[in-house]
């Protein structure tokens, strides 16, 4: 069975993960994302990294950089982290 700990740790590397796609797919750099959301360009390079744990105000801010529904992209991150965990469990 996995933990709480490990799901919320799996939500957050899909939140980080589905926020650089999206970066990405905006063809962004980290510079140019940084001055939309107001956040440093080291902190988003570390968060992308999984270096540093992006704060809920530090999510929102990119969220709305990128322009994309932030409680959508957490509905998301959370069902692909039961998938994998519910995909996990069944192969034990």
Not at 21 to 50: D, P
Not at 70 to 85: E, P, S, Y
């Amino acid at each position: 069975m996995i933990g709480m700990q490990d799901e919320i740790e799996k939500i957050v590397f899909n939140v980080i993960e589905m926020l650089k796609a999206e970066r990405l797919g905006q063809s962004l750099s980290h510079e140019k994302l940084s001055q939309k959301a107001n956040i440093h360009r080291t902190s988003i390079g570390h968060i992308e990294a999984h270096q540093m744990v992006p704060t809920l105000t530090m999510c929102l801010k990119i969220s709305r950089a990128l322009q994309i529904d932030f409680d959508v992209l957490l509905r998301n991150a959370f069902r692909a982290a039961v998938d994998t965990h519910s995909n996990f469990d069944d192969t034990n």
